[in-house]
């Protein structure tokens, strides 16, 4: 199953997912009242305002610690349709929980909590809930092949694409932002700074395949298994007849050089 475009993880999306839900449920039960919903959260003493407004806290609170905590993810080589929908049903049944506690204590004994859960809020809430995530859902879609097409329409002089064994695109970067890339076996890991710090990317392609686009964007083989950014190098050294790239972030080991590529890449400095 594919990946979950890096839109999601956006904070624009973020805070969309943070908000809309728990706005989306506040506006449907006060001017629709689904499912009688108002009279259910009244409880015959003129509570419907103040549950409905504290099920719509529960429900703020709840969906922005967990795309918080969703945003944790952004850079694991795996996030799934199937993982994201399931964050979401997650999202909601955590709300739906939460709130069902609040509405048990608050009916002094009318509903206990089972009943609140499976007569209220699961069957209600739930039910509403889904539909703002379908929209938000489609609307990321949307808005990350726009962000796609925008990136592509930038051209080839400003990014680099990176395709795995089965040719399908895997990974769009600018080129000034690669660190160097190095072949492990069948797979390759691309280095590339990310707000100022060192990101590893592993790709199962083999270095062969990326050669051409990599010497047509101005990077450099400094050794059989590396390629490096000329413009990340700060100083070429030698040291005990070997020679190394240190290149200007920390955290990030130097490239062993062949005497091979040594003369190239030193003219490029």
């Not at 999202?91 to 509405?103: D, N, P, Q, R, T």
């Not at 990014?159 to 492990?184: Q, T």
């Not at 590339?192 to 101005?218: F, Q």
């Not at 990077?219 to 590396?226: A, E, M, P, T």
Request: proline share 5%.
């Amino acid at each position: 199953m594919s990946n979950i475009p890096k839109y999601f993880f956006r904070w624009p999306a973020t805070i969309q997912a943070m908000i809309l839900p728990a706005v989306f449920y506040l506006v449907f039960t006060i001017v629709y009242n689904p499912f009688d919903l108002g009279g259910l959260l009244d409880m015959g003493r003129g509570l419907f305002t103040l549950n409905v407004t504290i099920s719509f806290a529960i429900l703020l609170v709840v969906d922005s610690l967990a795309r918080l905590i969703f945003r944790l993810f952004e850079k694991a080589r795996k996030f799934t349709w199937f993982m994201y929908i399931s964050w979401c049903v997650g999202e909601i049944l955590v709300g739906v929980l939460f709130a069902s506690m609040y509405i048990s204590l608050i009916s002094l004994g009318e509903y206990p909590y089972f009943d609140a859960l499976f007569r209220i809020c699961l069957p209600k809430m739930f039910l509403i809930l889904i539909f703002p995530y379908v929209i938000l859902t489609l609307g990321f879609i949307i808005a990350s092949t726009g962000e796609s097409e925008e990136a592509l329409a930038a051209g080839d002089d400003s990014l680099i694409r990176f395709y795995d064994v089965y040719h399908k695109p895997k990974l769009v970067i600018a080129v000034k932002a690669i660190l160097y890339i190095k072949a492990d076996e069948n797979y390759m890991s691309i280095w590339y700074s990310d707000n100022g710090r060192p990101v590893k990317y592993s790709l199962r392609a083999p270095m062969n395949s990326i050669e051409e686009s990599c010497t047509r964007h101005g990077l450099v083989r400094c050794q059989r298994s590396y390629f490096v950014n000329p413009e990340h190098i700060t100083i070429l050294r030698k040291q005990q007849g070997w020679i190394f790239a240190d290149l200007d972030m920390e955290g990030v080991p130097s490239i062993p050089v062949s005497k091979r590529y040594y003369d190239k890449l030193a003219n490029l400095l």
